[in-house]
């Protein structure tokens, strides 16, 4: 290995990026580790291995690194491959290693590459929890930060509604065997869904499941597809506060105490949250014009209905974007009827809880206390319906640090703005087939030969799709005579007769 040198346990080359970059940037070299160390001596594995883990310490100077020098090397320093047979460190003999550490391995790429290797319908597969991705998986995988190089003037890239790969990134590394579909299917399958939320509440008598209908859906959004929405809402946030939005699209409220004052963005449409000054209800407000829908929300919501997240039936065709300070909060309420369910809520930069119940009371400004509290995992995805969005009335918090929540809601179609007009694009989405659909159409695609009827009701006609025949049942060419046998067999039984 040319030019060995002592580590250090400081590197002011890791100042210049921050902490999510030093983050992915150990995951990505964790994955390449068998590859980069492959032709070296085993302690010059061992250093490339403790350097890469000293990145996992986002530049804290804690983390040592094992220095390196010409008595420790085993090779001589020209050529570290010397005592390699077949220039592959794994050829050492396991008596020379004291340390139990895997020097091929930080713990991550085998599972990783044993994860994509799994059939999807694999037992393994549905019951291990859900695992860090890769940087070079994150950046093949996702669709927005695909089309970097292409963005319009509303800062989106128009990726024709796929995950293309990432232009600067994808061109460094090489090919990987899986497809886009493959890619995506192996993601989806790993989402993590809960349906079975219960808090009983006893109103009119009788107890209810308040939660009925609510749904949480994990990691539906990875770390990176999440960084560039954050990034997208910040930009949009710049626009709103130099008036390069529509009036009612951005609001910034001031911050008169706490809890009061979370700006937000609303597209689509424009909900009036109450009684205006010119006199308008709550509700979505016809004359009012804000900015449609960004290209990037539209992904989001592609997304959500290929995962099935939300219903091709329910579509959502308008957002309204939250960004809380520390402190803000929402206060208890039932979303207005004016949108249909079910609808769902994004949640971005920090995790907090949404809390539930028929009765929720304010304990001061920004506290609430309710029947349950759930908790919303960065990238993941609460699904509103059923009782959990008509019975029980729902509230957050005063968050304790910045957080961003996207919520996608479809309008009722006669309450829609005046010249509103559909999304094209958002129109006829279809969810991606689970591993049951997927078997079901397989078999249907394997069988070669279906029975149709003729109209007059007579013997069913079999099509061999294989040849592209058509002929008449077998059996009904039989079905008007008596099999009369071999004819030897009715001369012998005419002789006896006679």
């Known amino acids: 290995m040319n030019g060995h040198a002592k580590a250090q346990n400081t590197d002011a080359f890791l100042l210049n990026y921050d902490d999510n970059e030093v983050r992915i940037a150990s995951e990505f070299l964790s994955n390449w580790l068998p590859f980069l160390a492959r032709g070296l001596c085993k302690s010059c594995t061992h250093t490339i291995s403790h350097r890469i883990r000293s990145l996992r310490s986002e530049r804290d100077a804690t ?19 010397a005592g390699s047979a077949n220039g592959n460190a794994d050829n050492y003999d396991d008596d020379d290693d004291d340390d139990d550490d895997n020097t091929h391995s930080l713990g991550s790429w085998k599972d ?18 859900m695992l860090k991705k890769s940087w070079a998986d994150m950046a093949m995988e996702d669709e927005v930060m695909a089309g970097e190089d292409n963005y319009e003037s509303n800062g989106l890239a128009d990726a024709n509604d796929s995950f293309p790969e990432v232009t600067s990134v994808a061109e460094a590394k090489p090919k990987v065997a899986l497809s886009r579909d493959q890619r995506e299917c192996i993601r989806f399958y790993r989402v993590e869904r809960k349906k079975d939320f219960l808090c009983l ?19 539906i959004f990875s770390a990176a ?8 809402v910040e930009q949009l946030d710049e626009m709103g506060k130099k008036g390069q939005l529509k009036a009612r ?8 105490m706490r809890g009061k004052g979370r700006i937000t963005l609303q597209f689509g449409c424009c909900y009036n949250y109450a009684t205006d000054k010119k006199g308008n209800p709550p509700g979505i407000l016809k004359a009012e014009i804000v900015d449609p829908l960004p290209h990037l929300f539209k992904v989001m919501i592609k997304r959500l209905v290929r995962w099935h997240v939300l219903p091709p039936s329910c579509v959502p065709d308008s957002c309204i ?3 809380y300070e520390e402190g803000d909060c929402i206060p208890p309420h039932i979303d207005n009827h004016e949108f249909v369910r079910p609808f769902c809520t994004v949640s971005f930069l920090s995790e907090c809880d949404i809390l539930f119940g028929s009765n929720l009371k304010i304990v001061g400004p920004g506290e609430f206390e309710g029947s349950h509290a759930i908790p919303l995992p960065l990238g993941s995805v609460l699904v509103l319906k059923g009782n959990g969005a008509d019975v029980a009335k729902h509230c957050v918090p005063a968050v304790p640090s910045k957080r961003i929540s996207i919520t996608f809601r479809r309008m009722d179609d006669t309450k829609r703005p005046i010249g509103y007009t559909p999304e094209p694009d958002l129109q006829g989405l279809q969810p991606l087939m689970d591993e049951e659909e997927r078997s079901s159409k397989d078999n249907a695609s394997r069988d070669r030969h279906i029975s149709r009827r003729p109209a007059d009701g007579g013997e069913p006609m079999v099509v061999d799709r294989g040849r592209g025949l058509a002929s008449e049942n077998p059996k ?9 046998g071999p004819p030897y067999r009715r001369r012998l039984q005419s002789n006896q007769e006679h």
């Open 63 to 81: 983390v040592s690194t094992p220095s390196i020098d010409a008595n420790h090397c085993k090779e001589d320093l020209g050529d570290c491959t």
């Open 112 to 129: 990783e590459a044993d994860r994509f290797t799994e059939p999807l319908n694999s037992p393994a597969r549905q019951t291990r929890p």
């Open 201 to 219: 509440e006893r109103i009119n008598g009788k107890l209810v499941n308040i939660l009925e209908g609510l749904e949480l859906h994990k990691a």
């Open 225 to 232: 597809e999440q960084k560039r929405i954050v990034s997208y």
């Open 249 to 256: 699209t951005y609001t910034a409220p001031q911050k008169w």
């Open 321 to 323: 974007v939250n960004i």
């Open 476 to 484: 009904s060419r039989h079905s008007g005579r008596t099999r009369q």
